[in-house]
C-alpha cells in the first residue's frame, strides 16, 4: 500500500507562485515514476509533469514547461511541483499519482488562479 498527500493549494493572482507538496507514505519497493495531474470540473484528468525516481529525468506538458518545475526530496519521501507565472487556466485541482502494481492517487488540492 502507498499512500500520497498533496497539500500547497491556494488562492493566488495571476502571475504568483505556488508550491505542491505530495508526501508519500507505504511501501515504495518498485515505485519509478511519481506524476501530478491536474482536473477542471467537467473536464477529464490531464497529465502534468512526471519525474523518476533519481530525479534526474523530468517530462511536463508544453502548456507548463518554462513554468513549473518538478522535483523530489527521496531523503523526505516528497515529491514538489514549483508552479511559476501560474495563469488562470491553471486553476484545477491537482493531485499526485503512482503506480506500484496498481495506481495510487492522492486527495488533491485545489489550486485557484484569478486574473
Known amino acids: 500500500q502507498v499512500q500520497l498527500v498533496e497539500s500547497g493549494g491556494g488562492l493566488v493572482q495571476a502571475g504568483g507562485s505556488l508550491r505542491l507538496s505530495c508526501a508519500i507514505s507505504?511501501?515504495?519497493?518498485?515505485?519509478?515514476?511519481i506524476n501530478w495531474y491536474r482536473q477542471v470540473p467537467g473536464k477529464q484528468r490531464e497529465f502534468v509533469a512526471d519525474?523518476?525516481?533519481?530525479?534526474?529525468?523530468?517530462y511536463y506538458i508544453d502548456s507548463v514547461k518554462g513554468r513549473f518545475t518538478i522535483s523530489r526530496d527521496n531523503a523526505n519521501n516528497t515529491v514538489y511541483l514549483q508552479m511559476d507565472s501560474l495563469k488562470p487556466e491553471d486553476t484545477a485541482v491537482y493531485y499526485c499519482?503512482?503506480?506500484?502494481?496498481?495506481?495510487?492517487w492522492g486527495q488533491g488540492t485545489q489550486v485557484t488562479v484569478s486574473s
Open positions: 499519482a503512482t503506480a506500484v502494481g496498481r495506481d495510487y
Open positions: 507505504g511501501s515504495m519497493i518498485g515505485m519509478k515514476f
Open positions: 519525474i523518476n525516481s533519481g530525479g534526474d529525468s523530468t
